[in-house]
């Protein structure tokens, strides 16, 4: 059975840079029927996914817009884990971050987001 | 990008009835692409539907979900006390994967 922990630093000063790390196990980040996932939740913006990586032949990344310029999603196969950095956080990037699995169809496309991690409040405060 | 927009806002409802909620998307989303979750306070949301209609692993058979096209439907048959919660409906289809902003599910 999948289990997602994340780990990372509740607080982040303001243009600081936000790092959280998602291990797993019982799956493999190199599989190529799941993709993974970071997603955050405020109470302004509701749930909002930030990107994924996946692997398919080629390590594969996708960000949202809005995050494009601030966000790096990693893999480290050798520890089976995923990371987000997001640098120049502001206090609009408070909120509860979680990774997920998604599977894959064939054709690469996301069916849904089927295990999360427990999730990680991050305050961006000085 | 695809936004979802979810209705009502807030259920009030009493267990054993019935709760039907609804997504309604800005185009066109393949079934096949759309889940609903259930949030608890302090936890991650819980898959409940993928494919618009196909429950996940030990979700119970009184949840389904239907539609096609911009319009989407969670139905809760009968509720329970542990039904009670946010639910978020999400398109997978199209990056940005986004979700709708949600319906509170209360008890009357």
């Known amino acids: 059975q999948i289990q997602l922990q994340q780990s990372g630093p509740g607080l982040v000063k303001p243009s600081q840079t936000l790092s959280l790390t998602c291990d797993i196990s019982?799956?493999?980040?190199?599989?190529?029927?799941?993709?993974w996932n970071w997603i955050r939740q405020s109470p302004s913006r509701g749930l909002e996914w930030l990107g994924r990586?996946?692997?398919?032949?080629?390590?594969?990344?996708d960000y949202a817009v809005s995050m494009k310029s601030r966000i790096t999603i990693n893999t480290d196969t050798s520890k089976n884990q995923f990371s987000l950095q997001l640098n120049s956080v502001t206090p609009e990037d408070t909120a509860v971050y979680y990774c997920?699995?998604?599977?894959?169809?064939?054709?690469?496309?996301?069916?849904?987001?089927?295990?999360w991690g427990q999730g990680t409040r991050v305050t961006v405060s000085s | 990008e695809i936004v979802l927009t979810q209705s009502p806002g807030t259920l009030s409802l009493s267990p054993g009835e019935r709760a039907t909620l609804s997504c309604r998307a800005s185009?066109?989303?393949?079934?096949?692409?759309l889940a609903w979750y259930q949030q608890k306070p302090g936890q991650a949301p819980r898959l409940l539907i993928y494919?618009?209609?196909s429950r996940a692993t030990g979700v119970p058979d009184r949840f389904s979900g239907s539609g096609s096209g911009t319009d989407f439907t969670l139905t809760i048959s009968r509720l329970e006390p542990e039904d009670f919660a946010v639910y978020y409906c999400?398109?997978?289809?199209?990056?940005?994967?986004?979700f709708g902003q949600g319906t509170k599910l209360e008890i009357k």
């Open positions: 990586t996946n692997y398919r032949v080629k390590w594969y990344i």
């Open positions: 997920a699995r998604s599977r894959l169809t064939l054709f690469g496309i996301i069916i849904a987001f089927d295990s």
């Open positions: 999400q398109q997978c289809g199209i990056s940005p994967y986004n």
């Open positions: 185009q066109s989303v393949a079934s096949a692409y």
């Open positions: 019982g799956d493999s980040v190199s599989n190529n029927s799941a993709a």
């Open positions: 494919g618009g209609s």
